[in-house]
C-alpha cells in the first residue's frame, strides 16, 4: 500500500492567528509542498500554489447514528487532489472559525475512500489568550476545538500578564489535558509542532502524568466539559471490553467528543489502539508490546457531563 | 486490423491489447467516432487510432481534470482550472464555460448536443445554441444525467435529486430520499433514475410516479453505472463482482435480486456494457479487466491484475462494440481490439 497522505487540521476561533499560523506553516524553508484546503477563497492572502476553496458542506449520514456528520465536501475535495498525486506531501483543512470540529475528524473515519488515501495526523487549534476566557463562556464551538485539539497554539501570550495567562492555561487543560500546548506571539511555532505529529497513533497519551492531570483539575473545573483517565495496570478482556465501550458510545455519543486508549488484550502481544469521535470507532492491532514495556490498558474520554464513577466502574470491569 | 481467427474462444485477450503509457492518472475514456480520448490528470487529452497514430491536446494546460462527459464527437472535460472546455477527435479545443478557478464537480452531455456542468452550489445548462442557464441546488452537485430524450436534467445532491427543464422557468421536480446522492444516470427508455449514495447503496425513482428503489448491500460506494444496450440492465461498481440490476419491468429491480458476474478477490472499480450484446468489461481496484458474458457467465482475461498501476479508473467501448479503451489510476492504460 503506498503511503497515506496526512492530513492537519487547523481550527481556531476567530482572530486567534491560524491564518498567521497557516502562513508560517507555508512559508517556512522545510522543502514540502502543501495543499491547503480554506474556507472563503481569497479573503486573505494565502502564500500557497494549490489552495482549493471548501463549501463546509456538513451532511448526516443516513446510517442511523444522530450524531455521525461528515464534510462532503472534503469528501469530494480529497477525492480531486488524489488525482494530482505527487504534487504535494502533506494536507491542511482549515476551518472556520464558527466550525464544530467533528465533522472534519470524522470524515476521515467515516469515508472509506478517504480513509484508504490519507490519515488524519492531528487537530491543531489556535487559541487568543486574552479573548478565550470570554469564548468559552459565550461560544460552545470555542470549547469544541479546545476538546478535540491534539496540539493546541496559545497565541497572543504578549497581551496578558502571568497571572492571566497560568489562568487561561489551567482553563484549557481541565478540558483537555492530553493536547501538546505551546505558548506563542504571533503564531510562532516550529513546524515540527505542529505537522506530522502523529498524534492520531496516540502514543502520547501514556505518557501523561497521572499526577499533572490531578492538580489540573484541582485548580480549574469546567462544568460542562471533562476529561476522564481510566487505567488498569495490566489486560483487559476484548470480550468484556469491546461490547462495553460500544454499547457506551452509542448511547453517550453525543456527550463523548473524543475517545482514545491503548489497551493490552489478554493473550495478544499487540497493542490494541483505538480513536472516536462521538460514536464512531476506529480501532486496530498495531505494534507488539515491548520486552521490558509495562503492559497497561489506559482509556481517555473528552466530553461533556462525562460521569466519571459510572466511566470507571464500567472500565475496570474489563480488566482481564 | 487483427487478423487473428480463433477456432474457438480465447480465454484470454491479453495479446489483443496495445498498451498505451498516459503517464497520469486517467480520469475517463471515451470514443469519438473511431478516435479514442483519454482524459487525463494532469490536464491532457490523449486521442489515438486504431492504427496507433497518437497526439495530445492540452485541454487544461493549468490544471488537472477532474469530470469527463462525451458524445460521439467531443470529449467535454471539467478541470480544477474552473474550465469547462470540449474536445473533437482532431484535438481542437474549445471553452464553454468558465467558473473563474471553481473546481468542476460534475458534467453531462446530451443526446442533443446540449451540455451541463456543476461547480460548488451552481448548475449551468447550455444548450446546442450556446445559450447558458443556471439553477442553485441545495448543495453541491456531483451527478449530472441529461434525460434521454428532451432537454431536462437529473441533478443529484443532498437529500435526493431534481429534475430540471433549464429552458423554463418552473422550479425544478424533486426526488426526495434522506442522504447525500453522488452520481445520477438516467436509463435509456427514461422511466427510471437512478443515483449512488455516500452510504454504499442506489437509490432509483421511476418516472413519473417517483417510486422508490432501494439497492443496497454494497461493501463499497458504486461510482461507476453503465446501462446495457436495450436499456434493461444496469451494471454496477462497488462490490467484488460486477452488481447488475435488472430493469425489465414498470418497477426496475424492486422485488428481483440483482445479477452478479466477474466475481474475484478485488473491488470493482469500473464497468462498461458492451454497446450491443450482454457483455460487460469490469475492469477492477488491482488493475485487473475481466470481459464477463451475462448470458452464460463466461469470462474473458483483458488484462492481468497489476498493483502497482493502481485501480482502473476509465473504460470505453467504440460503438461497434469492436474496441475497448481503458486506463488506470497510475497512468497505464490500453486499446483491446476484439478478434473478428
Same mark, same amino acid.
Given at each position: 500500500?503506498?503511503?497515506?497522505?496526512?492530513?492537519?487540521?487547523?481550527?481556531?476561533?476567530?482572530?486567534?492567528?491560524?491564518t498567521?499560523?497557516?502562513?508560517r506553516?507555508?512559508t517556512? +524553508?522545510?522543502g514540502?509542498?502543501?495543499?491547503?484546503?480554506?474556507?472563503e477563497?481569497?479573503?486573505?492572502?494565502?502564500?500557497?500554489?494549490?489552495?482549493?476553496?471548501?463549501d463546509?458542506?456538513?451532511?448526516?449520514?443516513?446510517?442511523?447514528c444522530?450524531?455521525?456528520?461528515?464534510?462532503?465536501d472534503?469528501i469530494?475535495i480529497i477525492?480531486?487532489?488524489?488525482?494530482?498525486?505527487?504534487?504535494?506531501?502533506?494536507?491542511i483543512v482549515?476551518?472556520?472559525?464558527?466550525?464544530?470540529?467533528?465533522?472534519?475528524?470524522?470524515?476521515? %473515519?467515516?469515508?472509506?475512500?478517504?480513509?484508504?488515501?490519507?490519515?488524519?495526523d492531528?487537530?491543531?487549534?489556535?487559541?487568543?489568550?486574552?479573548?478565550?476566557?470570554?469564548?468559552?463562556?459565550?461560544?460552545p464551538?470555542?470549547?469544541?476545538?479546545?476538546? %478535540?485539539?491534539?496540539?493546541?497554539?496559545?497565541?497572543?501570550?504578549?497581551?496578558v500578564?502571568?497571572?492571566?495567562?497560568?489562568?487561561?492555561?489551567?482553563?484549557?487543560?481541565?478540558?483537555?489535558?492530553?493536547? @501538546?500546548?505551546?505558548?506563542t506571539?504571533?503564531?510562532?511555532?516550529?513546524?515540527?509542532?505542529?505537522?506530522?505529529?502523529?498524534?492520531f497513533?496516540?502514543? @502520547?497519551?501514556?505518557?501523561?502524568?497521572?499526577?499533572?492531570?490531578?492538580?489540573?483539575?484541582?485548580?480549574?473545573?469546567?462544568?460542562?466539559?471533562?476529561?476522564?483517565?481510566?487505567?488498569?495496570?495490566?489486560?483487559?478482556? +476484548?470480550d468484556?471490553?469491546?461490547?462495553?465501550?460500544?454499547?457506551?458510545?452509542?448511547?453517550?455519543? +453525543?456527550?463523548?467528543? @473524543?475517545?482514545?486508549?491503548?489497551?493490552?488484550?489478554?493473550?495478544?502481544?499487540?497493542?490494541?489502539? %483505538?480513536?472516536?469521535v462521538?460514536?464512531?470507532?476506529?480501532?486496530?492491532?498495531?505494534r507488539?508490546?515491548?520486552?521490558?514495556?509495562?503492559?497497561?490498558?489506559?482509556?481517555?474520554?473528552?466530553?461533556?457531563?462525562?460521569d @466519571?464513577?459510572?466511566?470507571?466502574?464500567?472500565?475496570?470491569?474489563?480488566?482481564a | 486490423?487483427?487478423?487473428?481467427?480463433?477456432?474457438?474462444? $480465447?480465454d484470454?485477450?491479453t495479446? =489483443? /491489447?496495445?498498451?498505451?503509457? !498516459?503517464?497520469?492518472h486517467? /480520469?475517463?475514456?471515451?470514443f469519438l467516432?473511431?478516435?479514442?480520448?483519454?482524459?487525463? !490528470?494532469?490536464?491532457?487529452?490523449i486521442?489515438?487510432d486504431e492504427?496507433?497514430? *497518437?497526439?495530445?491536446?492540452?485541454?487544461?494546460?493549468?490544471?488537472?481534470i477532474?469530470?469527463?462527459?462525451?458524445?460521439?464527437?467531443?470529449?467535454?472535460?471539467?478541470?480544477?482550472?474552473?474550465?469547462?472546455?470540449?474536445?473533437?477527435?482532431?484535438?481542437?479545443?474549445?471553452?464553454?464555460?468558465?467558473?473563474?478557478?471553481?473546481?468542476?464537480?460534475? !458534467?453531462?452531455?446530451?443526446?442533443?448536443?446540449?451540455?451541463?456542468?456543476?461547480?460548488?452550489?451552481?448548475v449551468?445548462?447550455?444548450?446546442?445554441?450556446?445559450?447558458v442557464?443556471?439553477?442553485?441546488?441545495?448543495?453541491?452537485?456531483?451527478?449530472?444525467?441529461?434525460?434521454?430524450?428532451?432537454?431536462?436534467?437529473?441533478?443529484?445532491? =443532498?437529500?435526493?435529486?431534481?429534475?430540471?427543464?433549464? =429552458?423554463?422557468?418552473?422550479? $425544478?421536480?424533486?426526488?426526495e430520499w434522506?442522504?447525500?446522492?453522488?452520481?445520477?444516470?438516467?436509463?435509456?427508455?427514461?422511466?427510471?433514475? /437512478?443515483?449512488?449514495?455516500?452510504?454504499? *447503496?442506489?437509490?432509483?425513482?421511476?418516472?413519473?410516479d417517483?417510486?422508490?428503489?432501494?439497492?443496497?448491500?454494497?461493501?463499497?460506494?458504486?461510482r461507476?453505472?453503465s446501462?446495457?444496450?436495450?436499456g434493461?440492465?444496469?451494471?454496477?461498481?462497488?462490490?467484488?463482482?460486477?452488481?447488475?440490476?435488472?430493469? *425489465?419491468?414498470?418497477?426496475?429491480?424492486?422485488?428481483k435480486?440483482?445479477?452478479?458476474?466477474?466475481?474475484?478477490?478485488?473491488?470493482?472499480?469500473?464497468?462498461?456494457?458492451?454497446?450491443?450484446?450482454?457483455?460487460?468489461a469490469?475492469?477492477?481496484?488491482?488493475?485487473?479487466?475481466?470481459?464477463?458474458?451475462?448470458?452464460?457467465?463466461?469470462?474473458?482475461?483483458?488484462?492481468?491484475?497489476?498493483?502497482?498501476?493502481?485501480?482502473?479508473?476509465?473504460?470505453?467501448?467504440?460503438?461497434?462494440?469492436?474496441h475497448?479503451?481503458?486506463?488506470?489510476?497510475?497512468?497505464?492504460?490500453?486499446?483491446?481490439?476484439?478478434? /473478428?
Amino acid at each position: 500500500m503506498p503511503e497515506k497522505i496526512p492530513v492537519t487540521v487547523l481550527t481556531g476561533y476567530l482572530g486567534a492567528g491560524k491564518t498567521t499560523l497557516l502562513n508560517r506553516i507555508l512559508t517556512e +524553508p522545510h522543502g514540502k509542498k502543501f495543499a491547503v484546503i480554506v474556507n472563503e477563497f481569497g479573503e486573505i492572502g494565502i502564500d500557497n500554489d494549490l489552495v482549493v476553496d471548501a463549501d463546509e458542506e456538513v451532511f448526516e449520514m443516513n446510517n442511523g447514528c444522530i450524531c455521525c456528520t461528515v464534510r462532503g465536501d472534503l469528501i469530494r475535495i480529497i477525492e480531486g487532489l488524489m488525482k494530482r498525486k505527487g504534487k504535494f506531501d502533506a494536507i491542511i483543512v482549515e476551518t472556520t472559525g464558527l466550525a464544530d470540529p467533528a465533522p472534519v475528524a470524522q470524515t476521515f %473515519f467515516v469515508d472509506q475512500d478517504v480513509q484508504d488515501v490519507t490519515r488524519l495526523d492531528a487537530v491543531v487549534t489556535v487559541v487568543d489568550s486574552k479573548w478565550l476566557k470570554d469564548r468559552l463562556k459565550d461560544a460552545p464551538e470555542a470549547k469544541n476545538q479546545i476538546a %478535540f485539539a491534539d496540539v493546541i497554539i496559545l497565541n497572543k501570550t504578549d497581551l496578558v500578564t502571568e497571572a492571566e495567562l497560568k489562568d487561561v492555561e489551567a482553563q484549557i487543560r481541565a478540558i483537555n489535558p492530553y493536547a @501538546r500546548l505551546h505558548k506563542t506571539q504571533r503564531s510562532a511555532v516550529s513546524i515540527a509542532d505542529v505537522m506530522d505529529r502523529n498524534a492520531f497513533d496516540l502514543d @502520547r497519551i501514556l505518557d501523561i502524568e497521572p499526577a499533572f492531570l490531578e492538580e489540573g483539575h484541582h485548580h480549574h473545573h469546567d462544568e460542562e466539559m471533562q476529561s476522564v483517565a481510566i487505567q488498569i495496570p495490566g489486560d483487559v478482556d +476484548p470480550d468484556k471490553f469491546m461490547p462495553w465501550v460500544q454499547e457506551l458510545t452509542q448511547r453517550e455519543g +453525543p456527550n463523548i467528543l @473524543r475517545s482514545k486508549g491503548i489497551l493490552a488484550f489478554k493473550g495478544e502481544p499487540k497493542r490494541f489502539v %483505538f480513536q472516536g469521535v462521538h460514536m464512531i470507532l476506529d480501532g486496530d492491532l498495531q505494534r507488539d508490546w515491548k520486552s521490558g514495556e509495562k503492559r497497561e490498558s489506559k482509556i481517555v474520554f473528552i466530553g461533556r457531563k462525562l460521569d @466519571r464513577k459510572a466511566l470507571e466502574q464500567g472500565f475496570m470491569a474489563c480488566a482481564a | 486490423m487483427s487478423t487473428f481467427t480463433p477456432s474457438r474462444p $480465447p480465454d484470454s485477450l491479453t495479446k =489483443n /491489447v496495445t498498451p498505451i503509457d !498516459a503517464g497520469a492518472h486517467v /480520469v475517463g475514456a471515451a470514443f469519438l467516432g473511431e478516435t479514442g480520448a483519454l482524459a487525463l !490528470a494532469d490536464g491532457m487529452i490523449i486521442l489515438r487510432d486504431e492504427a496507433g497514430g *497518437q497526439r495530445a491536446a492540452p485541454a487544461h494546460p493549468d490544471g488537472a481534470i477532474l469530470v469527463f462527459a462525451n458524445d460521439s464527437e467531443r470529449l467535454i472535460t471539467g478541470g480544477d482550472d474552473g474550465r469547462v472546455v470540449a474536445t473533437d477527435a482532431g484535438g481542437e479545443s474549445h471553452e464553454l464555460g468558465d467558473e473563474k478557478g471553481k473546481w468542476i464537480d460534475a !458534467a453531462a452531455v446530451s443526446s442533443d448536443g446540449a451540455i451541463a456542468w456543476s461547480a460548488g452550489k451552481s448548475v449551468k445548462a447550455r444548450d446546442a445554441k450556446g445559450r447558458v442557464r443556471e439553477w442553485k441546488p441545495p448543495s453541491s452537485v456531483r451527478g449530472l444525467a441529461f434525460a434521454p430524450k428532451g432537454y431536462r436534467l437529473a441533478i443529484a445532491h =443532498n437529500n435526493g435529486a431534481s429534475l430540471w427543464f433549464p =429552458n423554463t422557468d418552473a422550479a $425544478p421536480e424533486a426526488l426526495e430520499w434522506k442522504g447525500s446522492h453522488i452520481d445520477a444516470t438516467w436509463a435509456p427508455g427514461g422511466r427510471f433514475v /437512478v443515483t449512488s449514495m455516500q452510504e454504499n *447503496q442506489l437509490h432509483g425513482w421511476t418516472l413519473p410516479d417517483k417510486q422508490h428503489m432501494r439497492m443496497s448491500g454494497y461493501p463499497a460506494k458504486t461510482r461507476s453505472l453503465s446501462w446495457s444496450h436495450d436499456g434493461l440492465w444496469l451494471a454496477t461498481s462497488g462490490a467484488d463482482a460486477v452488481i447488475v440490476w435488472p430493469f *425489465q419491468g414498470e418497477k426496475g429491480p424492486m422485488g428481483k435480486p440483482p445479477r452478479e458476474c466477474g466475481v474475484r478477490p478485488a473491488k470493482v472499480a469500473q464497468v462498461a456494457f458492451h454497446p450491443k450484446a450482454l457483455v460487460i468489461a469490469a475492469g477492477y481496484d488491482d488493475g485487473c479487466i475481466l470481459l464477463c458474458r451475462m448470458t452464460d457467465g463466461s469470462e474473458l482475461l483483458v488484462r492481468a491484475p497489476d498493483s502497482d498501476g493502481g485501480a482502473i479508473s476509465a473504460l470505453a467501448w467504440d460503438r461497434s462494440g469492436r474496441h475497448l479503451l481503458f486506463g488506470a489510476r497510475g497512468g497505464a492504460a490500453g486499446w483491446l481490439s476484439l478478434p /473478428v
